[in-house]
């Protein structure tokens, strides 16, 4: 079981809709993650955030818009999305990399978020 | 941007037998990671290895790193049906927040 809680698993949008993804964590990490994933390819780094701070935006389309709220929930807003947005969008949590300690860089991914977007 | 490049693609074995997967990355690194990935979920962290580390076990499991080439291995030993997933490497390059991933191997383990 994974101690990332992405919601919700599947989510069907117009692309007109105005939709939002949830990720929440409780194992203390300040670092946390949006990556998305097409069918057989590798995860793709989109956002991350360091002590609820936008940390890097990998030059995402700002039709979507990352938000977090406080140091367990990381939000992913989305609005105008084309079909070629359809994908795996996954959550991952770490501890703040530059801290030293044996797990630092380990990251711990929800489920994921399956959206189609029509 | 892709920073591991993975071989084989795809990997079939009998059940019993080992199965080696290898990534080659291209710039300098901090730590790999392996991550396993069963179809459409989440994915697993098996095992990291830092850069000034050669070789890591985690009970099946057998990570080599060769910063010299710029490559890493993986050794799945006695492997299980259970063991069919997609496995990917990762690197971190940057000591900070950019965990890029390779393109994976899909390993499929007949029973």
């Known amino acids: 079981d994974t101690e990332v809680t992405q919601t919700p698993k599947h989510l069907v949008m117009g692309m007109t809709n105005k939709k939002s993804l949830k990720c929440e964590q409780h194992?203390?990490?300040?670092?946390m993650y949006w990556y998305k994933q097409k069918a057989k390819k590798p995860p793709e780094l989109m956002f991350v955030?360091?002590?609820?701070?936008?940390?890097i935006n990998e030059s995402v389309p700002s039709r979507f818009s990352p938000e977090c709220p406080n140091s367990s929930l990381l939000n992913l807003h989305l609005h105008a999305l084309q079909p070629e947005d359809s994908a795996l969008y996954l959550c991952?949590?770490?501890?703040?990399?530059?801290?030293?300690?044996?797990?630092?860089?380990?990251?711990?991914f929800g489920e994921g978020s399956r959206l189609t977007v029509l | 941007s892709q920073q591991g490049e993975e071989d084989p693609q795809a990997l079939s074995i009998q059940e019993g037998e080992n199965a080696t997967m290898n990534c080659s990355y291209k710039?300098?690194?901090?730590?790999l990671q392996w991550y396993r990935q069963n179809s459409g979920r989440g994915l697993v962290h098996l095992i990291l290895?830092?850069?000034?580390?050669r070789e890591k076990h985690s009970g099946r499991l057998r990570v080599t790193l060769d910063t010299s080439k710029k490559s890493s291995s993986l050794l799945i030993t006695a492997s299980r049906a259970a063991d069919t997933a997609s496995y990917f490497c990762?690197?971190?390059?940057?000591?900070?927040?950019?965990?890029?991933f390779g393109a994976g191997t899909r390993l499929f383990v007949k029973a």
């Open positions: 991952a949590s770490s501890q703040e990399p530059r801290a030293r300690g044996p797990n630092t860089g380990e990251l711990f």
């Open positions: 194992m203390g990490h300040r670092a």
């Open positions: 955030y360091s002590y609820e701070k936008l940390s």
């Open positions: 710039t300098s690194i901090n730590n």
């Open positions: 290895i830092r850069s000034n580390e």
């Open positions: 990762a690197t971190d390059n940057t000591g900070g927040f950019k965990t890029i």
